[in-house]
Nanobody, 121 residues
Framework: QMQLRESGGGSVQAGGSLRLSCAAS????????MGWFRQAPGKEREEVAR????????YYVDSVKGRFTIDRDNAKNTLYLQMNSLKPEDTAMYYC??????????????WGQGTQVIVSS
């Protein structure tokens, strides 16, 4: 059974850092594009970043460029999101997701349960 399990969320002051992890199991992790999404209360879910199967090609939404870094360890079946210079507007539930293919231009088809990030000013 395929599972995506996020961890690493928490409460931090503005300007601080967090590193989210997503442990994948139940499928061939290294073959698929992965991504991070977030959803704040009252807002639609937003894609934050994505990475292709090899870990070479990435994409970031403009609001996090230069502050967040997505990477993956295919030997450990784990996806990461390093978040630096956090802002209150980064407060949201963060979800990892698996794509339908390996290319960066994948469609996302599975999501984890999420991990909460709260950034206070």
């Amino acid at each position: 059974q395929m599972q995506l399990r996020e961890s690493g969320g928490g409460s931090v002051q503005a300007g601080g850092s967090l590193r989210l992890s997503c442990a994948a199991s139940g499928y061939s992790y290294s073959m698929y594009c992965m991504g991070w999404f977030r959803q704040a209360p009252g807002k639609e879910r937003e894609e934050v970043a994505r990475i292709d199967a090899s870990g070479v090609s990435t994409y970031y939404v403009d609001s996090v460029k230069g502050r967040f870094t997505i990477d993956r360890d295919n030997a450990k079946n784990t996806l990461y999101l390093q978040m630096n210079s956090l802002k209150p507007e980064d407060t949201a539930m963060y979800y990892c997701a698996r794509g339908h293919a390996g290319s960066r231009w994948c469609n996302f088809v599975h999501w984890g349960q999420g991990t909460q990030v709260i950034v206070s000013s």
